[in-house]
């Protein structure tokens, strides 16, 4: 609570901070604090006391946010704030925390501390709780870590999978395989840029589409944000409440100058390079169900 007054000094609905600067400063600085150990102590009953702080510094801190009144309901504001209610973020955060223990590896102490839960290894030590040598005590979060029932995990992790060791990933056994070409030259310079594309870009465009064997892809992925919105939008103009603001990915794909496929998907609030991601992932995807002795790709990001 004490964090939560001193960020007043920060700004009000009138000067100081804006709401979007506020609403990242409580998810980075405030809400790690009020959570702090929630995946060990948090259970979905019998945490009204325990929690009964935590939630008055939630709704100090959203009205902080919002600039609303104190008669505002805490639904609306959390609603307004895009911020989820601390319980259910708590049970979140013990969600992550399951799956995080199941890709750990088998030998690993904290696995062995739940036996009921995972198949323990012949190399894992013997854990044993501390709590043990307690008298015997009803709802003890520790030990009601996890659920009755697994989680729904249907992916095998691997620490020590040979793909994790370096070169065996498929950019370092194929990479005689693989070719790239990064050597454009840079968009501020418009002339040097325009050279480039008529000398170099459209001659091996025009050689991809001349191969019969070869299948041509071009991806693009973009996010596009309007200034309009971040002025007039909701609590602090937020661009994912906004149908007209996000991102798209596509690719189409030539085989000898002929579009065989086109595709494009709207990606919501997301940055371009996520949608330079995706769009490469969908080509990809496409190439792998086609037998083509060559597949050429290009795409405008060199991080992607």
């Not at 979007?20 to 948090?42: D, E, H, N």
């Not at 049970?91 to 036996?115: D, G, M, N, S, V």
């Not at 299948?215 to 661009?239: C, K, N, P, Q, W």
């Not at 991601?277 to 002795?293: E, P, T």
Request: contains cysteine; positive net charge.
């Amino acid at each position: 609570m004490t964090t939560v007054h001193a960020m007043l000094m920060l700004g009000n609905s009138i000067r100081g901070l804006s709401p979007m600067q506020k609403r990242t400063l409580y998810i980075s600085c405030v809400l790690p604090l009020l959570t702090y150990g929630a995946q060990v102590w948090f259970r979905p009953k019998g945490m009204k006391t325990l929690m009964k702080p935590l939630v008055a510094a939630e709704h100090r801190a959203l009205r902080w946010i919002t600039g609303t009144f104190r008669t505002t309901p805490i639904g609306a504001m959390q609603a307004f704030a895009g911020i989820l209610p601390l319980h259910l973020h708590c049970k979140k955060l013990q969600e992550r925390y399951f799956l995080r223990i199941h890709t750990l590896p088998r030998h690993h102490p904290l696995r062995a501390a739940f036996p009921h839960i995972f198949k323990r290894s012949r190399y894992a030590p013997p854990v044993a709780f501390p709590i043990n040598s307690l008298p015997p005590m009803a709802n003890i979060p520790l030990t009601q870590a996890f659920p009755r029932g697994k989680p729904l995990i249907t992916e095998k992790f691997n620490p020590l999978d040979p793909e994790c060791e370096p070169g065996q990933r498929v950019g370092g056994l194929y990479e005689h395989r693989i070719t790239t070409h990064l050597e454009h030259s840079k968009k501020k310079n418009k002339e040097e840029l325009d050279e480039w594309i008529r000398t170099s870009l459209h001659p091996r465009i025009d050689a991809a589409h001349a191969d019969e064997d070869a299948l041509v892809i071009f991806t693009d992925g973009s996010a596009v944000y309007s200034e309009r919105h971040l002025e007039t939008g909701g609590a602090a103009g937020y661009r994912a409440y906004h149908l007209e603001t996000g991102g798209a990915a596509g690719y189409r794909a030539y085989h000898r100058g002929q579009l065989l496929r086109a595709r494009a998907v709207y990606t919501g609030w997301t940055f371009a390079y996520d949608c330079e991601l995706m769009a490469l992932g969908m080509a990809i995807g496409f190439a792998y169900l086609k037998r083509y002795h060559t597949i050429h790709i290009f795409a405008d990001s060199e991080s992607a």
